[in-house]
């Protein structure tokens, strides 16, 4: 017999052992991420988590500052009071997240898909948000002081109270959305598109191309 054919049964073993262990969801310091895992309060600082499946998944409170969450699916995700200082979610999904007081300082968030995001009085201060997708989301009260907005889609979305001073939101897809009692302090909107925006009660003092005579 050939003793090549006795080897098969052996090699296809091992390649069905190797795809057995692909399979199995990376596991963090207790968190296994894996889409609705409950990982509350979870320690996953500078974690590489870039292309995981996170959809739905409980990371209330958990500490993710530093983290490589590049091209994760983070869709429905309850992130809320979570810690994601200086993190990277470039093109990550994060659409209709929880991300309700949380903290993205410095955050990379370029052309996340942030459809109908939850994020009120979340702390977006130095992040890049360039050609982020969030329309219709939710950012009421949020700190976004010198937050790069260039290029974003903020169509429909709602920034009643937020703090903008210093944004740069050149080129941004302002259509319809919500500035009411929001500040851009020395923001920049040069080139936004601004058709049936309001901005009630906006402070303007010193910005580039806003509609200072809104309400004139």
Same mark, same amino acid.
């Given at each position: ?50 292309? %995981? ?42 659409? %209709? ?120």
């Amino acid at each position: 017999m050939n003793p090549t054919l006795l080897l098969l049964p052996l090699a296809l073993l091992a390649s069905a052992s190797l795809l057995a262990d692909d399979d199995q969801p990376t596991i963090i310091n207790g968190c296994v991420i894996q889409p609705e895992s409950r990982c509350r309060n979870a320690d996953l600082r500078n974690a590489d988590l870039s292309n %995981q499946d996170m959809r739905k998944m409980d990371l209330a409170g958990a500490n993710l500052s530093g983290a490589n969450l590049r091209h994760a699916n983070l869709d429905l995700a309850n992130l809320e009071k979570a810690d994601l200082t200086g993190a990277t979610l470039t093109r990550a999904s994060l659409q %209709q997240a929880n991300l309700r007081v949380a903290n993205l300082t410095n955050a990379h968030l370029v052309a996340i898909q942030g459809w109908g995001l939850f994020a009120q009085a979340a702390r977006f201060n130095g992040a890049n948000l360039t050609a982020a997708n969030l329309e219709f989301a939710r950012l009421s009260g949020a700190k976004m002081q010198g937050a790069n907005l260039t290029a974003a889609n903020l169509e429909m979305t709602w920034l009643s109270k937020a703090d903008l001073a210093r944004a740069t939101l050149t080129d941004a897809n302002l259509q319809e959305a919500k500035f009411n009692d929001a500040n851009l302090a020395e923001a920049a909107l040069t080139g936004a598109r601004r058709h049936y925006a309001t901005f009630q009660g906006t402070h303007m003092d010193s910005c580039i191309d806003c509609p200072v005579d809104w309400e004139k």
